[in-house]
Nanobody
């Protein structure tokens, strides 16, 4: 009922910046919380950041350390993740996700997912 499409992934050198975008369609009015998760090779999917529809409160994983900024445009049904000071440890497939119920850092609480976009940070 909700479709999510990520874009903006790519190859970047350590210390560089990258902006990921997520476009939502379908029953977008039900997406009270949207977030980003990532999964590196051999690792479990982990929470990165989340943002409410209104007010636009945010929550970040500790490893972000002020380097990432999540935002959303409710009218356009889009969400972005601005990443800076990227490290090789940030290399992963990044997924856009949406929850219809509540704000959470648990993947199982998100009902809708995008296809993922690869972010590779070279050192």
């Amino acid at each position: 009922q909700v479709q999510l499409v990520e874009s903006g992934g790519g190859l970047v050198q350590a210390g560089g910046s990258l902006r990921l975008s997520c476009a939502a369609s379908g029953r977008t009015f039900s997406t009270n919380t949207m977030g980003w998760f990532r999964q590196a090779p051999g690792k479990e999917r982990e929470f990165v950041a989340a943002i409410n529809r209104s007010p636009r409160s945010t929550y970040y994983a500790s490893f972000v350390k002020g380097r990432f900024t999540i935002s959303r445009d409710n009218a356009e049904n889009t969400m972005s993740l601005q990443m800076s000071s990227l490290k090789s440890e940030d290399t992963a497939v990044y997924y856009c996700a949406a929850s219809t119920v509540t704000m959470s850092s648990r993947a199982n609480d998100y009902a809708y997912w995008g296809q993922g976009t690869q972010v590779t940070v070279s050192s």
